[in-house]
């Protein structure tokens, strides 16, 4: 299978000359080959791929975790290492990407420990954490309501920016950068913080309590050592990981399915529920469905919007739910519900939640707390 390792050498020519990036370069190759043989090579200036072909996971991962001690002990530089293996691979580009995408959500979460090699990544990440502790993100959070009883079940944290002038950002207009440039586990960590200390809060005030839903990019959860440290934010905050739903989209099913079935086992292991997100826009939600079980599938507002006028649609939401109640404890949910005439075909329909503005926008905390917490 495929080990990805960046090595970072761009910055050791820029701050040391590109003899010394050079010396690192053989260096690495070395440790690489010692270790994975001659089926290894370099794809970039800074980058090297390594096939371990006809290898069981057991001494593959040890050879991974051996090569990594091999890192570990140099000095002079560091790297990034990601691994993928499969007993399935017809595709090889495909899992040497996979292993691509591996090591560059290793390396994201590398930025908190920074070093001399001091580039605009770094730089981002300093103005990124910088603007969190300033209080520029908020959470809001918009309730999720049982569509036969009317009550709240829940509800899904939603970030926002607040810019120079005090004005809102939609998270369109920032997520989508901070995911290119490898940064939206800092996101994904404060919201989930966030929304431990209010689930802390609300109980000590006395409030209701209930499920909260977080997303959570691709990026941060094939991310190591990601399930520990969220089970340690909500043990720090003395929340059971029963009560945060994961929210993920049909991108994780880009991800190898081995790795992608594990990841969701062991959130679930940890206490955690997990939720697919966007259902409807894209064939590869059901080969997810068919591999990895969901607590909650949550219809994209795509098929809310035509569920009234379109027969089509209405006909795919009621296989859709039939489908669900069939794995036997799977809930539905519908987004972006609008009208009162939206809710009563989906009600028809059987779906068991939803949200939209017809129930209520996202809120900050305080008027949240007011309409749906406080008793």
Known sequence: MSIWI????????????YHSGDRVLIRI?????????????RVGSDEFVSLALNMDKADFEAKVAALKAKFSAETDFRVSVGSLWSDNCRDIYKKVSQANAVMEATKSFGYKNLTADYNHK??????LLAEIAEGRFKVYLQPKINLQTGLIEGAEALVRKIDDQ?????????????????????????VLKTVCRM???????GGRVFKMSVNVSRVTLI?????????????????????????ITESF???????????????????????????????SNLELLSQVHFDTVKFDKS?????????????????????????????????????????KVLQKLGCQLGQGYYFARPLPEDEFWERYVKK
């Not at 770094?122 to 103005?127: D, G």
């Not at 689930?199 to 005030?205: A, G, I, N, P, T």
Request: net charge negative; hydrophobic share 40%; with cysteine.
């Open 6 to 17: 960046s090595t970072g050498c761009a910055n050791i020519n820029a701050t040391k000359g």
């Open 29 to 41: 190759a070395a440790l690489i080959k010692s270790v994975f043989g001659v089926n290894s090579f």
């Open 122 to 127: 770094a730089e981002s990440a300093h103005r």
């Open 166 to 190: 005090g004005v809102i950002i939609a998270p369109d207009n920032f997520i989508p950068g901070y995911e290119e440039n490898g940064l939206i586990n800092y996101i994904d960590i404060f």
């Open 199 to 205: 689930l802390k809060d609300w109980r000590e005030r």
């Open 223 to 247: 991310a190591e050592d990601t399930i520990k440290n969220s089970v340690a934010i909500c043990k720090k905050y003395g929340i059971d990981p029963c009560l945060i739903d994961v929210e």
């Open 253 to 283: 099913g880009l991800l190898e399915k081995e790795l992608l079935v594990d990841l969701i086992k062991r959130m679930h292991e940890a206490g955690f529920s997990i939720s697919m997100d966007d259902f409807g826009t894209s064939f």
């Open 303 to 343: 098929l809310t919007d035509s569920i009234v006028d379109n027969p089509k649609t209405q006909i795919l939401f009621k296989a859709a739910v039939s489908m669900c109640r069939e794995f036997g404890d799977t809930l539905t949910l519908a987004e972006g519900i609008e009208n009162e005439e939206q809710l």
